[in-house]
């Protein structure tokens, strides 16, 4: 589990969220690829905190490279899940029809 300071001070623990989702992987036909990142080697989680906001988690398997977290707006938060497969929750469901085509 990790913990992060967000830019504006909050602290955050991925084990705290409420939910949580994985980035969609295709197969390139070499690799597995973050359909988040575009990248076999840098990836993404979405998590939803207990008063409802989301964050990113964003991690690399590169050598040196520090995972690091960022809040998303929920429109941010609702085209990650979209882009990435996933239904959206409730509280994001209006935002489909403005993301989508």
């Known amino acids: ?3 992060y300071v967000m830019d504006d001070g909050t602290v ?3 084990e705290n969220a409420v939910q949580s989702w994985d980035e969609a992987r295709y197969w390139d036909g070499r690799n597995h690829v973050s359909k988040a990142t575009g990248s076999q080697w ?7 905190t207990r008063k409802g906001r989301y964050w990113v988690e ?3 398997q590169w050598q040196g490279v520090r995972p690091t977290a960022e ?3 929920e429109r941010d938060a609702a085209r990650w899940l979209l882009a990435n497969d996933h ?3 409730e509280d994001l ?3 489909e029809a403005e993301l989508c085509e």
């Open 12 to 14: 955050v623990r991925s």
């Open 42 to 48: 840098t990836h993404e989680r979405l998590y939803k």
């Open 93 to 95: 469901a209006h935002f």
């Open 1 to 3: 589990m990790a913990t």
């Open 87 to 89: 239904e959206l929750p």
């Open 58 to 60: 964003r991690t690399s």
């Open 71 to 73: 809040w998303l707006t």
